[in-house]
């Protein structure tokens, strides 16, 4: 009988994952969780579904078109064919980011959590964009947010613990990008931008690694934007040709006005903190053309790039007017994600997997004469002593059975028989018999 | 503004889970999988979405009309109007369990997989049930899963293992009862019911926790259950006084005919493995009337109780006809699943948690004027000793902030002042300023 195809697949974008990728990401996913433990996060848990008004509240931007939308069950649709719509029928949906339900979670449990909340967030979420090589529809995000508190400090700890986090995976040459929204407002009132066109410019600026100072210019004028401040802003585009490390150099570049003192102060004193919290063991620079993409962001945004990777490996940055807008009353709050898809990329491709790798796998091939008890107490012994132990039952195929070991991933065997443990062997693909 | 309470609140059935469950939840997750894998089980990961005709295919008995269906997306759905029923709208669904999940998933990546294969699954699934006290719409399971062989080396293995976790998690005072389908089929038969009413039969008998020897027998009567096969199988129970620690008293009990030999055998050696391996740290029973719901068992079946909690907290057995359904080629295939929410609800009942809990959480509380660099280098100091430490800004209302420490569950403080770090005091409620 052959398998129905539809059957045996996975949905449509999604994956099955294979034992070697889930330890890898096992480990991973720990040495983060006990990153942020360790550094006062508490780790917090919300349901993969959220109702479908909280998902379609305007707080998701574009990805408010991927909801992937669950039908009403039951007694709860009374006639399908009289609904109006297609979303008459529906009441859930699965959460398509972290923060719309952290959100949703802080205004529901805020009299239980303390009023300087630190949260852990990892777990999937679901967006039904096309399929495409390297993306997929169910993906794991990872998030630290502090919320209730406007003070510099929660960015510089944000950075530093997400960074002590990708050490403790095994990152080394990374680098923090620091900016903040106000910075950018500023150059672009400066540079004599419209107000209402500033987020269309902040769009193109953001596309300065991908295509260039010329590009980022070209498509200003493209747009229609006034031609002295589109000519203003290449003028202090062409400033910044080297990444600028020290607070200084940021003020040169951008000649502020007075009235941005506090928020050229506020990056500043962030940017110095990182800098002496790294040991050098991390670079940070301020980079002026930081937009990071969500529009919700509100003061400094931050971002971590590796080697040269076109895509950072986390972001975040502080979003002080969203919570308010769940409320009715602001609460400040700043978060950091880590790309966590993106990083397990890195890992396999950079096969430091390997580095962080458990020990011995052994497999016990356990005679049919020999009781189970036997086996179990050789394997605890083994175990005792650090190995990861799995018992086998002696297959008819002996000599099959012991070609295959390696490929199935064990590191050695050992045979027990009536008389004993024989030695532990190296599991080969050679070998053609016992 | 009032908060418009429909948006705030998790979907209904479903929960968010607060940081201490969440951080005992973790330490019981991953003592679990930490025994797992020294175990030589492989995690593995399939979506949380299945295509629809996957979880309709008829393996999942009552749940397959618990499921959260999802609407298709798009260009995929044409004209909702004129579709000619709900089903035609839906291609996808969570799943209800991690069962027919994993046959797809062997199904599907066998060829990747070694032959004789361990898997674990650790994950949510969803059953759109009526909300009810301590039952949930979203809720955890946790199974380990051995396809490829027959071996009673298999069960013992699973049991064990399963022993071993829950042991680490804290478990102490269990038993691990086992049965064997064959027996109860064997049993039906002696005692005369129709081969075609053995299933209603087994339903019946795996009240008897509940409803007592009395209560089967009349529920089988009242069920029309030939009279005469109710009273043979009344005396059976009847004989049931005690628990069966031994095979010999439970071939006494039930008088097995010589075509049942190998199964009385077998089912003697896994008891007798497990008693050995467990070296008197936890009980070992037989017991004929185990039967465990789903019809899909076709061997061996065991589950563990524990103290008189009146639910098994774990629960599994042999399956060697489904993977078949699927694939159209038998594959052996048994697997132990740990009710993961219920071990959650014993441990926070019993507080056994304490004993788990992890170090000191210590806040340190960076005055305004201190460069925040100082309080990471402070807090990196006290985390290096141990201790899970958070940065907090002072705030203006010093006195209320020191007040709610404890309620927010530090342990101690330190001050840190542009002088130096202050002495670590206990966090107390009772504290009323600095």
Request: charged share 25%.
């Amino acid at each position: 009988m052959a398998i129905a195809k539809d059957l045996v697949v996975p949905p449509r974008g999604m994956r099955d994952l294979l034992p070697d990728e889930v330890a890898l990401r096992d480990r991973v996913s720990a040495a983060i969780l006990d990153t942020y433990v360790a550094w006062g996060f508490r780790h917090i848990e919300t349901p993969a579904v959220e109702n479908i008004r909280n998902l379609t509240a305007g707080q998701g931007g574009d990805n408010e078109k991927l909801i992937f939308k669950i039908l009403k069950r039951g007694e709860e649709v009374e006639d399908w064919a009289k609904a109006q719509s297609l979303d008459a029928l529906v009441d859930l949906g699965l959460r398509f980011d972290l923060t719309v339900p952290l959100v949703r979670y802080y205004a529901h449990n805020r009299a239980k959590l303390p009023r300087l909340f630190k949260a852990i967030q990892m777990g999937p979420v679901w967006r039904a964009e096309r399929p495409q090589r390297g993306r997929f529809r169910q993906f794991v995000q990872c998030d630290i947010d502090v919320i209730g508190s406007g003070a510099a400090l929660v960015e510089v700890e944000l950075c530093a613990a997400t960074a002590a986090a990708l050490q403790k995976v095994g990152f080394r040459d990374f680098t923090i990008r620091l900016n903040d929204r106000r910075v950018l407002e500023g150059l672009a009132r400066r540079c004599g931008f419209a107000e209402d066109r500033h987020g269309a410019v902040f769009v193109s600026v953001d596309k300065l690694d991908k295509i260039g100072r010329d590009g980022v210019v070209a498509e200003l004028r493209a747009h229609g934007h006034d031609e002295a401040a589109v000519a203003s802003l290449d003028a202090v585009l062409a400033g910044l040709t080297a990444p600028l490390a020290d607070a200084a150099a940021f003020r040169a570049a951008l000649a502020p006005g007075a009235d941005e003192a506090a928020v050229y102060d506020g990056l500043a004193s962030i940017a110095e903190a990182l800098a002496a919290a790294s040991g050098g063991s991390y670079r940070v620079q301020l980079d002026p053309t930081l937009v990071r993409g969500m529009g919700y962001y509100t003061g400094p945004v931050f971002e971590i790039v590796y080697k040269d990777y076109p895509f950072s490996i986390a972001g975040g940055g502080r979003y002080d007017k969203m919570i308010g807008r769940l409320i009715g009353e602001d609460v400040p709050a700043c978060g950091f994600s880590i790309g966590f898809e993106r990083i397990i990329t890195i890992l396999q491709e950079e096969a430091a997997a390997a580095a962080t790798a458990p020990a011995r796998r052994i497999a016990i091939i356990v005679d049919g004469d020999v009781p189970p008890a036997r086996g179990l107490a050789e394997a605890a012994r083994l175990r005792a002593a650090g190995d990861e132990v799995t018992l086998l039952p002696r297959e008819k195929n002996f000599g099959r059975q012991l070609k295959t070991l390696h490929a199935d991933g064990y590191s050695g065997f050992a045979i027990l028989r009536a008389a004993g443990l024989g030695p532990i062997e190296a599991a080969t693909t050679e070998r053609a018999g016992a």
